[in-house]
């Protein structure tokens, strides 16, 4: 069945013939492909199209898609059971790995998604403070928690609802917005409710907005003034930890938060979520302390399985290849784009980067709203019969893995770059 076919079918029973919006195409047009198996950078679609694939599941395939050793570690966990509803040995080996590889986790937590992550964290940190307000950032992400769906990235606002329906007003009423590297911002707000915030929640790189590094300085002010009038800080390291570093920016750029979410590398590809950081906050939660939070799936043997399996393989080495290979593609397209006289401006760190068309830099989100997101949309669809899958939304970042060996990224840079010949 031909992926035209498969979605007509999908469309039937499945809202919008999809189980997550943005893998319906709708931000770049067309129909979406359905792949049937993918192997290292390589997806195959159902079309039998073999695609180079810049998204990597949304992230989770660091070490590139159907890895030996995480095939080898979920098998193994199979044939001694799915699931037990008991605590099993895995989960003690994962919270270790999670404490010794990240050191402002002192205690974690696991769950089933990074959206269970970070809706569990803010609970915590509610709890913990016994203050109600929370800080999110404009064009910040994380995941579709209802307090959070608030000027949202990502979905949220590819597919311009920013606010989605069905979010009561006044749970939206506790998150106050902020713009994201701006330093008086963030001052005035606490200024105002310095004493009912909760918490400020952060991508510390945001990346459902394609990708927005910080200013020098601006996480430490982050740090400084939530510790300042007692609220916690919490980065959101769903997409960016064990991925940019073993312990995510948080290690990149020194700062010691209060909580850390994580999903996506720390589940190997299984669905799997984990929110960790100071003991003293942690053991506020069930059973201990008297926020609740639970969950019948949540520490899956095959899951921990598969996450153990994906950590043990991340060292130094492999993350400085990441790096030089992020970068050689960004160079290599920014090299293109000014011989072809086109604005473009690529933010990049370790394995992730994203493209903004039109614009020489990128550092708020108001300037990702001012890149030429038709002209990112051409590009999607130029690379894509090129053979490059990139993610179909011009608010998404790109990634790669330790299966885009020099092979893939020399045919990746002359398929991207023949691309952005033909938007030119
Ligand atoms: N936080 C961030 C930073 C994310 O990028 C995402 C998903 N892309 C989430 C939270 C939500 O994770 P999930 O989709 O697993 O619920």
Redesign the pocket.
């Known amino acids: 069945m031909t992926s035209e076919d498969l979605f007509q079918r999908a469309r039937r029973t499945i809202p919008g013939g999809v189980n ?1 919006p943005v893998r319906a195409f709708r931000s770049v047009g067309g129909t979406p492909f359905f792949t049937e198996s993918a192997q290292g950078a390589i997806l195959t679609t159902a079309d039998d199209r073999n695609l180079i694939d810049f998204v990597c599941t ?2 989770p395939a660091i070490h590139g898609h159907n890895d030996p050793d995480i095939r080898e570690a979920v098998a193994d966990a199979l044939s001694k059971g799915t699931s037990f509803g008991t605590p099993g040995p895995l989960e003690v080996d994962m919270a270790e790995a999670v404490v010794e590889r990240v050191p402002s986790v002192e205690k974690v937590r696991m769950c089933n ?6 809706m569990s964290s803010i609970r915590l940190a509610r709890g913990f403070t016994g203050r109600d307000k929370i800080v999110k950032f404009i064009g ?5 928690v209802d307090s959070l769906l608030v000027q949202a990235g ?1 979905g949220a606002l590819t597919l311009g609802k920013p606010d989605s329906a069905g979010v009561p007003a006044s749970f939206a009423a506790e998150t106050i917005l902020c713009p994201y590297n701006d330093f008086a911002a963030i001052s005035e707000i606490f200024e105002q409710y310095g004493e009912q915030i909760a918490a400020v929640i952060v ?1 510390p790189y945001p ?2 907005c394609g990708l927005i590094l910080p200013k020098e300085g601006y996480l430490p002010h982050l740090r400084e003034v939530t510790q300042q009038h007692g609220s916690l800080l919490i980065f ?5 930890g064990f991925r940019l570093a073993m312990g995510g920016v948080q290690e990149r750029e020194g700062i010691t938060p209060d909580l850390s ?1 994580f ?2 590398v720390i589940g190997g590809g299984l ?1 799997v ?1 984990a929110f960790g950081g100071r003991a003293e906050i942690m053991d506020y939660l069930a059973p201990d302390g008297p926020v609740y939070q639970a969950g019948t799936l949540s520490g899956n043997p095959l899951a921990m399985a598969a996450g153990l399996a994906a950590l043990k393989k991340l060292n130094t080495e492999v993350f400085e290849g990441l790096e030089t290979a992020g970068l050689m593609i960004a160079e290599a397209l920014r090299a293109e784009a000014a011989q072809l006289g086109i604005p473009l401006c690529i933010n990049q760190a370790g394995s992730m980067f994203a493209l903004f068309f039109g614009r020489e830099k990128v550092e708020s989100f108001a300037d990702v709203q001012a890149s030429e997101t038709e002209k990112f949309s051409k590009f999607f669809h130029a690379a894509m019969d090129e053979g490059v899958y990139l993610p179909p939304s011009a608010y998404e970042t790109c990634f790669l893995s330790t299966a885009h060996d020099q092979e893939i990224l020399d045919r990746a840079i002359s398929s991207l770059t023949a691309a952005l010949r033909r938007v030119a």
């Open positions: 997550s949304w992230g998604s990074g959206t269970e992550a970070t910040c992400y994380h995941g579709h990502s991508e990346a459902n959101d390291e769903v997409m960016t979410a999903g996506k669905p979520g």
